[in-house]
């Protein structure tokens, strides 16, 4: 229990926000300064935060901060400063989906879109050509964020049969369920809400205008989150939603809706790769030559796989990529920690990352 007196309103109002005994012994190593306050929205420059759910409803002024240089997410746990004008710290998360920032020709910088998830719901929708390639990138990041990733078909009520988009998704979602719902009728509302159930936080995840914060809305009963139609001739989305928030379910839970983001790009990755496409590393381990390039090796499991129609060509090109990719940022990652000991060996200061995490 961080804050005593905060225990006459409700019993455990921090328990509520997600509060629990890892981030209890991540405060502890920290010598339990200030009080910890969870971060429930972040716009460009500023975040807010909450030290008690009533801060949340609205029935108390929420903590609001500068985040400058601070690298939080919305999900975070984090210790303002004694003036309460900035973070002090940031506890250990339990987990986060980071992605590579995109910006052209910019040094490589993560951007974490939600911190401290319990579910990492990987959204798509009906009415518009199923992106394979795109759920394989995302869910090499939900692999690697720690959290359990569910992959949801949305907007069912466009279409007469979902079952060939959901088929073309499942196909690379192995071992991870894909979901059929609808923020407009309803359909698969529950079975996303069940998923909260012991106060777990859910995060939302995807394109702009899949329908992510109209299923907020569906979840939440209310329309919190603004929405807004599609384009006519793509169905691209408007980017409507331009802060990442952590909105509370009603009873309990929490769902983290985050802005549609156009790029998937690969962060420095853990097994996530080997992960979302174990089907290939399987077949690797089949090949006569432990060298094997799958090329054009004699007894190549994987060409052999795609001779006898069993593996998607296209899938086999897709994961060199993103094997490619995840390499050249290792490289850019370490002439960076070069240049940045030559810089400290110089004694000046390290540059001040001013990503603040907001911009596509
Ligand atoms: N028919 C139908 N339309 C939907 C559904 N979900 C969302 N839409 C519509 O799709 C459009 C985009 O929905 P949003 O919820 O704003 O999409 P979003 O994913 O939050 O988009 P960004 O905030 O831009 O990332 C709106 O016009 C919604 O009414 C659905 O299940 N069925
Ligand atoms: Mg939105
Ligand atoms: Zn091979």
């Given at each position: 229990?961080?804050?005593?007196?905060?225990?006459?309103?409700?019993?455990?109002?921090?328990?509520?926000?997600?509060?629990?005994?890892e981030f209890d012994a991540a405060w502890d190593v920290l010598g339990r300064p200030g009080t910890p306050a969870r971060v429930t929205r972040l716009d460009r420059g500023w975040s807010t935060a909450a030290h008690s759910f009533s801060q949340v409803t609205g029935d108390d002024d929420p903590v609001r901060l500068?985040?400058?240089?601070?690298?939080?997410?919305?999900?975070?746990?984090?210790?303002?400063?004694?003036?309460?004008?900035r973070v002090e710290h940031v506890l250990e998360r339990t987990s986060a989906?980071?992605?590579?920032?995109?910006?052209?020709?910019?040094r490589a910088v993560s951007h974490t879109l939600a911190a401290n998830i319990d579910v990492v719901f990987l959204i798509h929708a009906l009415g518009m050509t199923p992106s394979p390639r795109r759920l394989e990138r995302?869910?090499?990041?939900a692999f690697d964020s720690g959290a359990e990733p569910i992959v949801v078909l949305t907007k069912t009520d466009l279409v007469d049969d979902p079952e060939p988009a959901r088929e073309a998704l499942a196909d690379v979602a192995l071992g991870v369920p894909v979901l059929l719902a609808s923020g407009i009728s309803g359909e698969g509302v529950d079975d996303i809400r069940a998923f909260s159930s012991g106060n777990r936080t859910l995060a939302f995840l995807g394109a702009s205008g899949v329908g992510k914060s109209t299923l907020v809305n569906a979840l939440v009963g209310?329309?919190?989150?603004?929405?807004?139609?599609?384009?006519?001739g793509d169905q691209r989305g408007r980017h409507t939603t331009v802060a990442a928030e952590l909105v509370p379910m009603p009873g309990e839970g929490w769902v983290i809706d985050t802005p549609g983001v156009r790029a998937v790009s690969l962060w420095l990755s853990g097994n996530g790769i080997e992960r979302a496409f174990a089907d290939v590393f399987d077949l690797m381990d089949g090949c006569r030559f432990r060298d094997c390039k799958h090329d054009q090796e004699p007894g190549c499991a994987v060409q052999q796989a795609i001779a006898d129609g069993e593996l998607d060509p296209v899938r086999?090109?897709?994961l060199d990529a993103l094997i490619d990719e995840e390499e050249a940022l290792e490289k850019e990652q370490k002439a960076r920690e070069k240049a940045a000991d030559?810089?400290?060996?110089?004694?000046?200061?390290?540059e001040a990352d001013e990503y603040d995490g907001m911009r596509e």
């Open positions: 229990m961080y804050v005593q007196s905060l225990m006459t309103a409700d019993p455990t109002p921090e328990a509520r926000l997600g509060w629990s005994d500068r985040n400058i240089g601070a690298d939080i997410a919305v999900g975070d746990w984090m210790i303002p400063s004694d003036d309460g004008e989906f980071t992605r590579r920032a995109s910006f052209d020709g910019m995302e869910l090499v990041l209310d329309a919190l989150q603004a929405t807004s139609a599609v384009r006519e086999l090109t897709a030559r810089r400290s060996k110089d004694k000046r200061r390290p």
